[in-house]
Structure formats: structure tokens, C-alpha cells
């Protein structure tokens, strides 16, 4: 069973930074894709940033160049960090860990238990 523990979160006015932490207790993180997701109160979850487990990343639009995702896998752990923050970004943040296939079978994704980001205006 994968758990994923999310910190960071809280209160910043616009155009301040936050980091994003998930701790994941996996012993498979180094091979995994891990992503950040967000979602507001009555919209889809959003993919905001993945990485893979070589530390190629790739960004939403509305996060590029203000968002960074990093990994550490000496510390089972991934990084958001965000910069020039705006109300918009407003949400609440999950850590994502993605399913690994084979040519049969993936075993599950896991999320986190979600960590709430306000900018305020």
C-alpha cells in the first residue's frame, strides 16, 4: 500500500512563493511518474506538473515558467515549487502517484489527501 503525505500548503498573498512536499512511502518511487494536481470546489481535477522518474518534467499552460517539479528519490519525495503566485492558483493541491504497467496488468494510482494553496488578491 502506497501513502503519499502531502505539506506546504497555506496562506500567500499575490505574487508570493510556496513549496509543495510529498513524502511517498513506495518502494517503487524512483520508476514512477509522480504529478501534482489541483482542483477547485465544483471543477475537474486539474494536472498541473508531472515528472518523470529521468526528472523530465512538463507543465500546464497556466503554471509554465511559474511552476517547478522536482524529485528527490533518495527521499522518496517530489517537490512543487511556485513562484508569482496569483489568485487563480488557488486550490487544493494532490499529489499524484501513477500506475505502473506491464503488458498485462497496472497496479493502482495513488493520490494524497490534498493540501490547500490560497493567494490572496
Known amino acids: 500500500q502506497v501513502q503519499l503525505v502531502e505539506s506546504g500548503g497555506g496562506l500567500v498573498q499575490t505574487g508570493g512563493s510556496l513549496r509543495l512536499s510529498c513524502v511517498a512511502s513506495d518502494r517503487d518511487f524512483s520508476i514512477v511518474v509522480m504529478d501534482w494536481y489541483r482542483q477547485v470546489p465544483g471543477n475537474q481535477r486539474e494536472l498541473v506538473a508531472s515528472?518523470?522518474?529521468?526528472?523530465?518534467?512538463k507543465y500546464a499552460d497556466s503554471v509554465r515558467d511559474r511552476f517547478t517539479i522536482s524529485r528527490d528519490n533518495a527521499k522518496n519525495t517530489v517537490y512543487l515549487q511556485m513562484t508569482s503566485l496569483k489568485p487563480e492558483d488557488t486550490a487544493v493541491y494532490f499529489c499524484?502517484?501513477?500506475?505502473?504497467?506491464?503488458?498485462?496488468?497496472?497496479?493502482?494510482?495513488?493520490w494524497g489527501q490534498g493540501t490547500q494553496v490560497t493567494v490572496s488578491s
Open positions: 515528472v518523470h522518474n529521468n526528472g523530465i518534467a
Open positions: 499524484h502517484r501513477a500506475p505502473i504497467c506491464s503488458a498485462y496488468e497496472c497496479d493502482p494510482e495513488y
